[in-house]
């Protein structure tokens, strides 16, 4: 069975760091690309980031580009988010994804708030 | 950056209607489109890759099709379930973006 268990979510103050973790499972890890997705409270879904199968590309939303940093470890069938400089506008649920076969986790909430 | 445009943004429809929903990119984007229904509180389940090809599981009644800048999912006879909010999604180029979504609800 697939899994995606996305953790590391939680209340930060503005300004602070979180770093969330997709633990993968089920899966071939390694041969795929995968991406972090957010959804704010009652809003739609926007893409965050995507990391190639062997970190060679990474690409990021200019919403976070410089400020959130992705990586993955592929032994560890593990995906990171680092997230730097948050902002009450980071508020959302975070989900990992690999959009090539459908995989989802169940999203982790983040709550930047003072 | 390519932009996502559906219409329309809500609709409300009956069980039974056929309903078509459009999503326009601001650029050609050939056939690297994906459709989305995601129901509230839940994680977004892909209904069509490939702006025409249904994923495995999902009900005949889903469709996609487009080419380019103009696409449309359609789903022929609304079932109770298909009330949800239907999204887009482009992949290609980066940044990705998703398409602002569509509530399909109750009429």
Redesign the interface.
């Known amino acids: 069975e697939v899994q995606l268990v996305e953790s590391g979510g939680g209340l930060v103050k503005p300004g602070g760091s979180l770093r969330l973790s997709c633990a993968a499972s089920g899966f071939t890890f390694s041969s795929y690309s995968m991406n972090w997705v957010r959804q704010a409270p009652g809003k739609g879904l926007e893409w965050v980031s995507s990391i190639s199968s062997s970190s060679s590309y990474i690409y990021y939303a200019d919403s976070v580009k410089g400020r959130f940093t992705i990586s993955r470890d592929n032994a560890k069938n593990s995906l990171y988010l680092q997230m730097n400089s948050l902002r009450a506008e980071d508020t959302a649920v975070y989900y990992c994804g690999c959009f090539g076969n459908d995989y989802w986790g169940q999203g982790t909430l983040v709550t930047v708030s003072s | 950056?390519i932009q996502m445009t559906q219409s329309p943004s809500a609709m409300s429809a009956s069980v039974g209607d056929r309903v078509t929903i459009t999503c326009r990119a601001s650029q050609g984007i050939s056939n690297y489109l994906?459709w989305?229904q995601?129901k509230p509180g839940k994680?977004?389940?892909?209904l069509i890759?490939a702006a025409s090809s249904l994923?495995s599981g999902v009900p005949s009644r889903f469709s996609g099709s487009g080419s380019g800048t103009e696409f449309t999912l359609t789903i022929s006879s609304l079932q109770p379930e298909d009330f949800a909010?239907y999204?887009c999604?482009q992949?290609n180029s980066?940044?990705?973006?998703?398409?602002?979504?569509t509530k399909v609800d109750i009429k």
């Open positions: 950056d994906a989305f995601q994680v977004p389940k892909r890759y994923q909010t999204y999604l992949h980066y940044p990705i973006t998703f398409g602002p979504g």
